[in-house]
């Protein structure tokens, strides 16, 4: 029997997937994919709780699979799929709908922050949404969720349901908990270090997409806001130098070093020379997955056999937990 623990976790392809996307989620996927049973997935049923252009949507969970590939998940070891083929996401998503207060939900940062930026489209997938991801979630019975510090709310709302349902029926669904990388768990704005770097800001200078070509992200690194000190010095300091705070952050993620060794190799030198150096450290680190993924979204018979497969393996592993919770709840079996 496999003894494996489960890993699950899931992006929206709602924009092109950035640098904060692959520091804070995948990088960590990716990791860990031979130790763990993985389940990964294009979440387009919640790209739409915000207004999507249909072919664009299609594109982008297509080319977020050709991504998840190329940064080293291989089809064969993890089980990679789209979210809307798998129907008992929809179905165990209404079930925790009704086990999913008012209250929590109302106080969940993503609602709040993309109800201000979408205010002529607040609907209500966009605030039940926490339910539909706790679903997701629970439908693999998974031990770790590797995802960003941004949705560790929804995971420890995940929780309180599971622990909610649990509580009533027995033990139906497994409690699992976040997995949050150490460096990398939120990447800021190149363009403003107080914002999260985000694939849907309007503003494509603060983002680092990873189809990106190298002499842009070149610029991008360039222009980063740094700070307004005279100081220009590269020294860790999130609260009073945010901008270089995070150009650390990233440099650190994708070179290994820590701070200190970050801090001893641009002694004396300024942000003339640091900022070009984290550039150059992202496009190596870009370059193979931006190669790979080019490849292979240019194989759609490829593409098409991966996404199949996985929902036909994920199907199976829901749908157990589905019946599980139809049962238990007191609905009539077919
Ligand atoms: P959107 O702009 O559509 O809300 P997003 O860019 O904020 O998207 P998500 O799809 O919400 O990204 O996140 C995908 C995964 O990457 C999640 O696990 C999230 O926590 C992580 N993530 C997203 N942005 C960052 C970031 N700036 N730093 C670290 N992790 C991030
Ligand atoms: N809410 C996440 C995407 C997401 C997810 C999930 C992550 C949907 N379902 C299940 C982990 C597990 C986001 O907006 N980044």
Same mark, same amino acid.
């Given at each position: 029997?496999?003894?494996? $623990? ?73 089980? *990679? ?30 609602? $709040? ?12 997938? *966009? ?28 995971? #420890? ?19 699992? #908990? ?41 610029? $991008? ?39 200190? &060794? ?23 680190? *870009?370059?193979?997955?931006?190669? &790979? ?30 019946? $599980? ?10």
């Amino acid at each position: 029997m496999d003894e494996k $623990k489960v890993m699950l976790s899931g992006i929206q392809p709602s924009g092109d997937l950035t640098l904060g996307s692959y520091l804070g989620a995948i990088k960590n996927w990716a990791e860990r994919a031979e130790s763990f049973d993985c389940y990964y997935f294009m979440a387009d049923m919640h790209s739409i709780t915000v207004r999507q252009d249909p072919a664009a949507l299609r594109r982008r969970t297509l080319e977020q699979l050709a991504q998840y590939i190329a940064c080293g998940l291989d089809p064969e070891k993890n089980t *990679l799929f789209i979210q809307s083929h798998v129907h008992q996401h929809a179905e165990l998503g209404w079930v925790l709908n009704c086990y999913t207060m008012f209250g929590e939900l109302s106080r969940m940062t993503q609602f $709040k922050d993309k109800s201000a930026k979408n205010k002529d489209n607040i609907n209500g997938g *966009l605030f039940t949404y926490p339910a539909l991801m706790a679903a997701d979630i629970l439908l693999y019975q998974p031990d770790y969720v590797p995802v960003g510090e941004d949705q560790k709310q929804h995971c #420890e709302l995940t929780r309180d349901v599971a622990q909610r349902f649990n509580g009533i029926y027995g033990d139906v669904f497994k409690v699992p #908990e976040p997995y949050i990388p150490k460096v990398g768990a939120r990447i800021m704005s190149l363009s403003d270090p107080l914002s999260k770097m985000s694939k849907s800001d309007k503003d494509p200078a603060g983002s680092i997409y990873l189809m990106e070509k190298p002499e842009d992200i070149q610029r $991008k690194f360039k222009r980063a806001v740094t700070d307004s000190d005279t100081e220009n010095c590269v020294r860790y300091d999130p609260v009073n130098k945010p901008g270089v705070a995070n150009l650390m952050a990233i440099y650190a993620a994708v070179t290994g070093k820590s701070f200190d &060794e970050i801090e001893a190799e641009f002694a004396g030198q300024g942000y003339g020379k640091f900022k070009p150096a984290v550039g150059e450290a992202v496009v190596e680190t *870009l370059r193979p997955i931006r190669e &790979e993924a080019s490849r292979i979204m240019s194989d759609k018979a490829y593409l098409e056999s991966v996404y199949r497969a996985g929902a036909e393996r994920a199907s199976y592993v829901a749908e157990k937990t589905l019946r $599980k919770v139809y049962k238990k709840i007191g609905f009539v079996a077919r």
